[in-house]
């Protein structure tokens, strides 16, 4: 048996590792050991040239370098730990930086497609648009549309009380489409849906509160139908509502209190900009861009 299964033997029946982590690590020392001369005096530019190649050649993650990274500092532990090695190479081997998780978002065109593809000739139809037009208006969580009820909707000033995380209200507004959408909605499907006189807005064919999983499914099947090939969740349109805010230069408080984020912090994410929208301010702007 060799070193490397001996350390496995140790993480199975010492340290009651699951068999997919044990795998996980075996296969991230395997790989490691193929690029090194000798696996017990590894040298610091063996190291590094090991975290080169994870980066350059193989294009992955921070987070799954430094898990590779942390399968490797267990193994030199071990071996330090059975005297054979006199110290731990990777012991000193700082954790990367975190990769920056910029969030995925549909362009305004998108967004239009989606909203092409709803059917609006019966109820459900009506119904779904409603559903695109208030996530996108408005940038709420899908657990928050399924919650308003009529009561929480000021169709004077066109205003929606929301329940956020941890039952902390809010005030968001909504737009001219939104309020077309929910006129029609109340008009002509709300009467149809609500078979149990329930005050809750977004209801299913059986007059019950919609549930937040078919509210993915609408979604999903919209997204094939305007033939946009991305995954879409509902958060994606409110990183969606986010990001086109802050594109055409709404301020970053006004999108906090929006989302109901706790933190400045969170919502700055969004402060990137798309790389059509920076062509075309560079294109205009630049004084060398164009002839």
């Known amino acids: ?105 549909l362009s305004e065109d998108e967004v239009k497609k989606i909203l092409e593809a709803v059917n609006r000739d019966d109820e459900i139809g009506i119904r779904n648009n409603l559903i695109i037009e208030l996530l996108y208006a408005t940038g709420i969580r899908v657990n928050e549309l399924v919650s308003i009820k009529l009561e929480d909707i000021n169709f004077y000033d066109r205003l929606i009380k929301i329940n956020g995380k941890g039952n902390k209200q809010r005030i968001v507004p909504y737009g001219s489409y939104c309020k077309k959408a929910l006129d029609k909605y109340l008009n002509d499907a709300y009467p149809i849906l609500n078979k149990k006189n329930t005050k809750y807005l977004i209801l299913n064919k059986n007059g019950d509160a919609l549930s937040t999983r078919y509210i993915r499914e609408i979604l999903n099947n919209l997204v094939l139908e305007a033939g946009i090939n991305k995954h879409i969740s509902p958060h994606v349109l409110r990183h969606s509502i986010a990001t086109h805010l802050l594109n055409r230069g709404s301020d970053l408080v006004s999108v906090k209190e929006l989302l109901g984020h706790e933190s400045l912090n969170t919502t700055g994410i969004y402060t990137h900009v798309t790389t059509e929208q920076l062509k075309q301010v560079y294109d205009f702007a630049h004084p060398r861009a164009k002839k």
Do not use: W
Request: charged share 30%; with cysteine; net charge positive.
């Open 1 to 105: 048996m060799n070193v490397i299964e001996e350390f496995c033997n140790y993480l199975k029946y010492e340290r009651n590792y699951s068999e997919n982590t044990i795998q996980g690590y075996y296969k991230d020392i395997i790989e490691f050991n193929s690029r090194c001369k000798n696996i017990f005096s590894i040298t610091d530019d063996e190291i590094n040239d090991y975290i080169a190649y994870l980066k350059q050649e193989k294009s992955i993650s921070n987070s799954s370098i430094n898990r590779k990274l942390s399968a490797l500092k267990s193994f030199y532990n071990y071996l330090h730990l059975k005297d054979k090695i006199n110290y731990n190479p990777l012991k000193d081997i700082k954790t990367l930086k975190k990769d920056a998780n910029l969030p995925h978002f």
